[in-house]
């Protein structure tokens, strides 16, 4: 893996972007600090593959700690725009 400044970076972008085809990882820094890297695009989508959130496990384990509806009640007017007069009152002092 390669790290290199982001002025480096604008100076040989054509050389980084063979690199990075080659499927050479950089990592681009600013006043030494990381800042992002590029990676080459296939793995890119092989990492966005393995993420997520595996739905069917989740349900799995509501099954098994007794819960058999996920989401019990939505309101019909839950989406609906808030009346005016609620957003111009005062947050409640606690």
Same mark, same amino acid.
């Given at each position: 893996m390669k790290t290199m400044s982001i002025r480096e970076v604008q100076?040989?972008?054509?050389?980084?972007?063979?690199?990075?085809?080659? !499927?050479e990882t950089v990592t681009v820094t600013r006043d030494g600090? %990381?800042?992002f890297d590029i990676? $080459?695009?296939?793995?890119?989508r092989a990492s966005q593959k393995k993420g997520g959130i595996d739905w069917?496990? !989740?349900q799995?384990? #509501?099954r098994s700690i007794g819960v058999t509806d996920a989401v019990?009640?939505?309101a019909d007017d839950f989406d609906d725009p #808030?009346?005016?007069d609620f957003l111009l009152r %005062? #947050? $409640?002092d606690k």
């Open positions: 100076d040989r972008f054509e050389e980084l972007a063979h690199d990075v085809e080659q !499927g600090r %990381p800042v990676v $080459p695009r296939s793995m890119e069917e496990a !989740g799995a384990y #509501l019990p009640y939505i #808030l009346p005016e %005062p #947050l $409640p």
